[in-house]
T-cell receptor, first 112, second 119 residues
Framework: LAKTTQPISMDSYEGQEVNITCSHN???????ITWYQQFPSQGPRFIIQ???TKVTNEVASLFIPADRKSSTLSLPRVSLSDTAVYYC?????????????FGSGTQLTVLP | GAVVSQHPSWVICKSGTSVKIECRSLDFQATTMFWYRQFPKQSLMLMATSNEGSKATYEQGVEKDKFLINHASLTLSTLTVTSAHPEDSSFYICSASPPGQSSYNSPLHFGNGTRLTVT
């Protein structure tokens, strides 16, 4: 079971690009990397998922180096509404969530 | 996109009573659903895996007789907190993902959670 390590918290200002890095040294060959966003008193929301190299969607980019031992979530031009906890998950479902364990997450605070 | 709905969004109950929380997949069928618990300022902790038509699988340390899970249909799983006590007060969240060719790595979709307060 691949564990993940993220910074506990990060501060940024509106309009800046934010990069949150997650370390997952024990990632397995079949593991995917998924990032979720959670606002207070809400369920987590899927942001982006990737296996290798770079993935981009309408809200974020995910950079994964060749060794896949880390990944970086990039949020372009953040706004105050991006203040939330961001979780990096590593694993495969295989019909069970056992391999999708939530780490501590990163509290991102966007300042005006 | 895939939508998971939880009900109620919040509930207050007296100590010793039981509370049922529903989790529905609105636009897909889910043979497996997951129940998490989250205490303030903490991460989500997986409680159990709900399997349609069979018994749920509980994580170590989670009392199956206290947290009853029923997954009677492909779109509904329920979590009943029996004989609730103040220490059961928490944020309960369910999740599921659509089956299909991408189920191997398909992301989980989460409900909006249920805030349980036991007085």
């Amino acid at each position: 079971l691949a564990k993940t390590t993220q910074p506990i918290s990060m501060d940024s200002y509106e309009g800046q690009e934010v990069n949150i890095t997650c370390s997952h040294n024990n990632i397995a060959t079949n593991d995917y990397i998924t990032w979720y966003q959670q606002f207070p008193s809400q369920g987590p929301r899927f942001i982006i998922q990737g296996y290798k190299t770079k993935v981009t969607n309408e809200v974020a980019s995910l950079f994964i180096p060749a060794d896949r031992k880390s990944s970086t979530l990039s949020l372009p031009r953040v706004s105050l509404s991006d203040t939330a906890v961001y979780y990096c998950l590593v694993g495969t479902r295989s019909g069970s969530a056992r391999q999708l364990t939530f780490g501590s997450g990163t509290q991102l605070t966007v300042l005006p | 996109g895939a939508v998971v709905s939880q009900h109620p969004s919040w509930v207050i109950c007296k100590s010793g009573t039981s509370v049922k929380i529903e989790c529905r997949s609105l636009d897909f069928q889910a043979t497996t659903m997951f129940w998490y618990r989250q205490f303030p300022k903490q991460s989500l902790m997986l409680m159990a895996t709900s399997n349609e038509g069979s018994k749920a699988t509980y994580e170590q340390g989670v009392e199956k007789d206290k947290f009853l899970i029923n997954h009677a249909s492909l779109t509904l799983s329920t979590l009943t907190v029996t004989s609730a006590h103040p220490e059961d007060s928490s944020f309960y969240i369910c999740s599921a993902s659509p089956p299909g060719q991408s189920s191997y790595n398909s992301p989980l979709h989460f409900g909006n959670g249920t805030r349980l307060t036991v007085t």
